[in-house]
């Protein structure tokens, strides 16, 4: 039979068709990487106890926490700090990203590695 390119099999691809599969691949993408807290512990290959000892709770309070559905921004924020890294709140929407504050000084962090993704419109309502 011999080798063919995938472009030949597939043949073009459309706009609206390329549309679509971009706009699955992204859904695919968001939830592949969407953890609740305790995955996001667990990822980190961390204990309750550990994130309690950095964040100076109990295990207790880290299980509450990570069983309620609803938990703060700040909540949040203390966590991912506690696990030794920062977070970050991005709007999307169609046309543009845009960083929303999470700090209490209400700065936006400067990205670490360049993400055109984000707009540069940051605080834009």
Request: net charge positive.
């Amino acid at each position: 039979m011999g080798h063919r390119k995938f472009s030949a099999i597939i043949g073009t691809i459309g706009p609206e068709r390329r549309a679509r599969i971009d706009a699955i691949k992204e859904a695919a993408r968001a939830d592949a990487i969407a953890f609740n807290l305790a995955e996001l512990r667990k990822h980190r290959h961390m204990t309750q106890v550990d994130l309690a000892r950095r964040l100076q709770r109990t295990q207790a309070t880290i299980s509450a926490i990570e069983a309620s559905e609803d938990n703060l921004l700040s909540t949040w924020r203390a966590a991912v700090e506690g696990m030794g890294g920062r977070l970050e709140l991005v709007a999307v929407f169609d046309d543009e990203r845009i960083a929303i504050p999470t700090s209490l000084t209400g700065t936006v962090p400067s990205p670490t590695r360049p993400n055109p993704g984000i707009s540069e419109k940051r605080g834009a309502r």
